[in-house]
């Protein structure tokens, strides 16, 4: 049993309009987000010291976070030697 030939035709009409689709929705977003986009790159460009406080603040962030999962290990592994 073979299928239809209007059946095949269908679904490549389905995927051709699928696969334009998905090339176009970044197209579009980034036509609709390029003014946000421009004047947050603007900002940034204007206010480095301000982009530099942030990275200082994210490796802050990191390390704090990694003194705490060092922390948790060991709370863990306390807790595992320990009788109930």
């Not at 802050?60 to 705490?68: D, H, R, W």
Request: proline letters at 6%; aromatic letters at 10%.
């Amino acid at each position: 049993m073979s299928f239809p030939y209007s059946l095949i035709v269908s679904d490549l009409h389905v995927l051709s309009w699928l696969r334009t689709c998905l090339l176009f929705i970044p197209l579009i977003s980034l036509y609709i987000y390029r003014p946000r986009l421009k004047e947050h790159m603007q900002y940034c460009m204007s206010h480095p010291e301000e982009m530099s406080k942030l990275a200082k603040v994210k490796a802050q962030i990191a390390e704090v976070k990694g003194i705490m999962m060092d922390n948790i290990e060991k709370v863990d592994a306390l807790t595992l030697y320990m009788p109930s």
